[in-house]
């Protein structure tokens, strides 16, 4: 396996600076392709799974995570407080405090529920810088999360939505979990809320984890402050496990901030929150998938999909009107006309697809494909070769090429 600091730095995927500081890496080019295009993967495969998509300030009172228990539970973690205006204000270690706010600010009836408020938002964490290290432990960080707030009754099917929501991602992405485990409080440790809750909600993930058909080894001492969870564990390049998504069940900040919907009685009910998050953090993600592929990301998610290649200089105008096709289509492309054909396939190695544009392919208004894994395809027509690309890319497949798609009608695009 790779090292995704060494391979990141590489081929320009994130950097850092002493003058921004430890921990907080910033987004090169490529890098930012390839995190737009998790984010729309990720926000489309959420908006057909029926969550609605909300924004939230990074900031929040003091008081705000006094209520929901980050204070009182978890305030090594987190950044002290400004003052401003008079008032304290602290950089968020996580989202759902806006959440439960959000859900609040509306009066809820049980036809309402399960809501499902999902968000591409930042948090930050104080860490020691000892613990610091690439994009796998940071100090600022886009998390993909969602909280579910429904009716008691309507837990287990939700839990177990996000999980197949989950697996779903990860097949998509060409992840292999580690492990599946299940997070549980320690006698020894302060956590927050009735034993009861504690029981019930560790009870609804078992019979999802079962329903699913996956074993999970139990775990104490990693549950979060509020409740248990499912963390989805992979491993990275020195074997250290670290979790990449994760289900919980918490049915403590909805009483902490006194939330309610109206039942089929007519009268106020308590609702259950879930937190779930598909992919984790866009930093964490993508420095697997850099240690998991060596930096040849699947198609869908490479940050250059094709790189045409002229075998002369008098098919680089060819070249370049592809690369515009290319991109008018939307494809990231790319063109490489300097040095040798043979020193820029080798350059270009880990894109997807190579467009090669030879004398006899010009005349013929062609090009002939050669493929990342080395397999060369006949020459076809542009129009051809690009439809066949954005079928491909369209899938969404981790998988290579072994299923060259038959070209049909070009699909829409935005």
């Known amino acids: 396996m790779h090292d995704h600091r060494k391979l990141g730095r590489e081929l320009g995927i994130f950097d850092t600076?002493?003058?921004?500081?430890?921990?907080?890496?910033?987004?090169?080019?490529?890098?930012?392709?390839?995190?737009?295009?998790?984010?729309e993967y990720v926000r489309e495969l959420e908006r057909r799974?029926?969550?609605?998509?909300?924004?939230?300030?990074?900031?929040?009172?003091?008081?705000?995570?006094?209520?929901?228990?980050?204070?009182?539970?978890?305030?090594?973690?987190?950044?002290?407080?400004m003052t401003v205006g008079g008032?304290?204000?602290?950089?968020?270690?996580?989202?759902?405090?806006?959440h439960a706010l959000l859900y609040r600010s509306r009066a809820r009836s049980y036809r309402d529920l399960p809501l499902r408020l999902a968000e591409l938002g930042g948090q930050y964490r104080s860490e020691l810088s000892g613990v610091l290290g690439g994009l796998n432990r940071v100090r600022a960080m886009q998390l993909n999360d969602a909280h579910i707030f429904c009716t008691p009754d309507q837990v287990a099917a939700e839990a177990a939505a996000a999980l197949k929501m989950i697996r779903q991602a990860h097949q998509a992405l060409g992840i292999a979990p580690a492990r599946y485990r299940l997070s549980l409080a320690s006698p020894a440790a302060k956590y927050a809320g009735s034993q009861d809750s504690w029981d019930r909600a560790t009870v609804i993930l078992q019979e999802v984890l079962a329903g699913a058909g996956i074993e999970a080894e139990a775990e104490v001492g990693e549950a979060a402050f509020y409740g248990p969870k499912i963390d989805v564990q992979v491993a990275d390049s020195a074997e250290r496990e670290v979790?990449?998504?994760?289900?919980?069940?918490?049915?403590?900040?909805?009483?902490?901030?006194?939330?309610?919907?109206?039942?089929?009685?007519?009268?106020?009910?308590?609702?259950?929150?879930?937190?779930?998050?598909?992919?984790?953090?866009?930093?964490?993600?993508?420095?697997?998938?850099?240690?998991?592929?060596?930096g040849a990301f699947p198609a869908w998610l490479a940050p250059v999909q094709l790189v045409a290649l002229p075998v002369a200089g008098e098919q680089s105008a060819q070249a370049e009107q592809l690369v515009r096709q290319a991109t008018e289509q939307g494809l990231r492309a790319e063109?490489?006309?300097?040095?040798?054909?043979?020193?820029?396939?080798?350059?270009?190695?880990?894109?997807?697809?190579?467009?090669?544009?030879?004398?006899?392919?010009?005349?013929?208004?062609?090009?002939?494909?050669?493929?990342?894994g080395g397999e060369q395809l006949p020459a076809m027509s542009v129009t051809e070769a690009l439809t066949r690309i954005d079928q491909h890319v369209a899938k969404r497949s981790s998988e290579e090429l072994a299923d060259w798609p038959t070209p049909g009608p070009e699909r829409p695009r935005a």
């Open 17 to 39: 600076d002493p003058l921004i500081g430890a921990g907080l890496p910033y987004w090169l080019p490529a890098g930012a392709a390839i995190r737009h295009a998790l984010e």
């Open 49 to 81: 799974a029926g969550y609605q998509h909300v924004y939230s300030p990074a900031l929040g009172k003091r008081e705000l995570y006094e209520i929901s228990g980050h204070w009182q539970h978890y305030r090594d973690g987190m950044y002290p407080p």
């Open 87 to 98: 008032e304290q204000v602290v950089l968020r270690p996580s989202l759902c405090p806006h």
């Open 243 to 294: 979790s990449i998504a994760t289900v919980q069940v918490d049915f403590y900040q909805p009483e902490r901030f006194a939330l309610s919907y109206v039942g089929p009685d007519g009268g106020k009910h308590r609702p259950v929150m879930i937190h779930r998050s598909i992919v984790g953090t866009a930093e964490r993600m993508v420095g697997h998938l850099l240690e998991r592929n060596g």
């Open 335 to 372: 063109l490489a006309s300097d040095g040798s054909l043979a020193s820029r396939i080798r350059e270009h190695r880990l894109v997807p697809y190579q467009l090669v544009i030879g004398k006899r392919e010009a005349a013929a208004r062609e090009v002939s494909i050669r493929l990342r």
